[in-house]
Each structure stands twice: as C-alpha cells, then as structure tokens.
C-alpha cells in the first residue's frame, strides 16, 4: 500500500516571501511523485513530476520540489511567492498497485498568499 | 486539445433522484479516472478504466454508484438513488498508459448538491 502525508492544511504566507510545502509518502515499491495545483472552482493541474534521473524538478512559474529518498519527502519550494500562487496544492505519489499504475493523492495543503 | 470535458458542471437534486454524471476524455488517452472531493474526505478514487474496461473499482462507495464507459471517448458516473452524503464535486481524469505513470489531466469538475 502506498500513502502521502501533507502535515499542513494551510500555510498562510506574506507576498514575496519563500514557502515550503511539506510531503511526505510511503511505499513498499518504487514511485513517481507529482505536485499538482487547484485553483478555486477548477480541476487539479500538474505543476511538476519526479519520475526519474535528477532530483531536483521545477516548474515553469518558478516552484521546485526535491525527490529525498532516504526522508521519503518530496517537498515544494517557491522562493518568492505571488499573489496569483494562492490556491491548494496536492502531492500525489504513483507505485504500482494490482497491475497498474496507481495514484494517491494528499489531502491538499492550501496556500494562501498575503498582500 | 480540448481537454477532459465534464457535464454538468452543477446539478442540485433532490435525495432519491437518479444522478448521471458525463465526462469526455481527452482524444487518445487509454486510462479514465473517476474522483470524488469532499472536505471531508479529501480525493477519493472512485474507478478506473483502461482501454474501456474497469481494472479498479475498489473506490466506489456501495451499489447506489456505477459507471461506464461504452467507449474511448464518453464515461458515465450515475448515482440511484441519491442522497445527501453524496454532495461532493466528481472529478474525471484521463491518462496516456496503463494508469498513470505520467500526468492525469483533470476536467473541472460536476458539483454535485443532494438536498
């Protein structure tokens, strides 16, 4: 079975200023993980996947996200936000599961960003 | 492209009625997802289809739900009867390759009010 943990529901931070959105996952196989982003009254959206090689990943709008294994964490990182960054985000991890890829999501931390 | 689409996108209903949720995939994506988001619950999977067959529905809360997909491009998601707890937005998410080993796009979404 596989699992992801967001601590946080909501991380209120002030316009500019850095953030770390925490994730943390379980698994007994290997996996891809994924942030994904919902704006208010829409469907998620990727906003950056580790599926192998570097570690490190990043986004077009300037959000990144580090693969630690050893932690089992994947957190993301901006570090300067804009208003326009407020919405909820969700960590999800894919492992395979009963034949298939099979994704599980967090519950969602929402970002809210401070003028 | 586009994109997942989903109809309606609002359906107020009272309890005991039947609910029928449809939803277009995006052209060439073999794998279909059904969620449900609730505050409560967060992003449950409901079903998956690839290649229009069910391989996982696991997630589908108890004999009131079902779902088809009578083929590549059109799945449906009916409720009978209805109830209150069933208030919720669906989500459809559709997918290249055997469930997702890369990106889900998501429609916007049927909220759905069971009064």
């Known amino acids: 079975a596989q699992s992801v943990t967001q601590l946080d529901s909501q991380v209120p931070v002030f316009e500019e200023a850095p953030v770390e959105l925490r994730c943390n996952y379980s698994?007994?196989?290997?996996?891809?993980l994924f942030w994904y982003v919902q704006y208010p009254n829409q469907g998620l959206q990727l906003l950056l996947k580790?599926?192998?090689?570097?570690?490190l990943v990043e986004s077009i709008n300037g959000f990144e996200a580090e693969f630690n294994k050893s932690q089992t964490s994947f957190h993301l990182r901006k570090p300067s936000v804009h208003i326009s960054d407020t919405a909820e985000y969700f960590c999800?991890?894919?492992?395979?599961?009963?034949?298939?890829?099979?994704?599980?999501f967090g519950t969602g931390t929402k970002l809210q960003v401070i003028p | 492209d586009a994109g997942v689409i989903q109809s309606p996108r609002h359906e107020v209903t009272e309890m005991g009625q039947e609910v029928t949720l449809r939803c277009k995939p995006i052209s060439g994506h073999n794998s279909l997802f059904w969620y449900r988001q609730t505050m409560m619950r967060g992003l449950e999977l409901l079903i998956y289809f690839n290649n229009n067959v069910p391989i996982d529905d696991s997630g589908m809360p108890e004999d009131r739900f079902s779902a088809k997909m009578p083929n590549a491009s059109f799945s449906t998601l009916k409720i009978q009867p209805s109830e209150p707890r069933d208030s919720a937005v669906y989500f459809c998410?559709?997918?290249?390759?055997?469930?997702?080993?890369?990106?889900?796009?998501f429609g916007e979404g049927s909220r759905l009010t069971v009064l």
């Open positions: 698994s007994s196989v290997s996996v891809y």
């Open positions: 998410a559709s997918s290249l390759g055997q469930g997702a080993a890369g990106e889900l796009f």
């Open positions: 580790y599926l192998s090689g570097s570690t």
């Open positions: 999800a991890v894919s492992g395979l599961s009963g034949g298939y890829q099979k994704v599980t």
